[in-house]
C-alpha cells in the first residue's frame, strides 16, 4: 500500500505565492525505489496537465511551458516530501493539484484547490 496526500493549496492573488506539500508512506514505498514523482492539475473543463516532476536522483526535472520559470520542484528524502513552490501566480493557474508517485506503478493523492483570484 502506499499513500500519497497533499496539502498547501488555497485562495491566493494574481502575482501572490504558495507552495504545495506531498507526502508519500505506505508499508510498500521506499525513496530507494520510487522513480519519479511529481504534480499534474486539472481545471474544471480541461484535461489534467503535467505541472512538474522529479527523479528519485533529484537530477530529472521537467516543467510545462506555462510554469516553467515560475515553480519550482525540490524533494526532501528524510521527510518522503515533494515540495511545488509556485510564484507569480495567475488565474489560469486555477486547478485541483494532483500528486503522483511513480514505482512499479503510479500511485495518486486527492488533490489540493489551488484558486488564483483577486
Known amino acids: 500500500q502506499v499513500q500519497v496526500v497533499e496539502s498547501g493549496g488555497g485562495l491566493v492573488q494574481p502575482g501572490g505565492s504558495l507552495r504545495l506539500s506531498c507526502v508519500a508512506s505506505?508499508?510498500?514505498?521506499?525513496?530507494?525505489?520510487?522513480?519519479?514523482m511529481g504534480w499534474y492539475r486539472q481545471a474544471p473543463g480541461k484535461e489534467r496537465e503535467l505541472v512538474a516532476s522529479?527523479?528519485?536522483?533529484?537530477?530529472?526535472?521537467n516543467y510545462s511551458d506555462s510554469v516553467k520559470g515560475r515553480f519550482t520542484i525540490s524533494g526532501d528524502n528524510a521527510k518522503n516530501t515533494v515540495y511545488l513552490q509556485m510564484s507569480s501566480l495567475k488565474p489560469e493557474d486555477t486547478a485541483m493539484y494532483y500528486c503522483?508517485?511513480?514505482?512499479?506503478?503510479?500511485?495518486w493523492g486527492k488533490g489540493t484547490l489551488v484558486t488564483v483570484s483577486s
Open positions: 522529479i527523479s528519485s536522483t533529484g537530477a530529472g526535472i
Open positions: 505506505g508499508s510498500t514505498f521506499s525513496w530507494r525505489t520510487w522513480r519519479t
Open positions: 503522483y508517485v511513480l514505482l512499479d506503478s503510479p500511485y
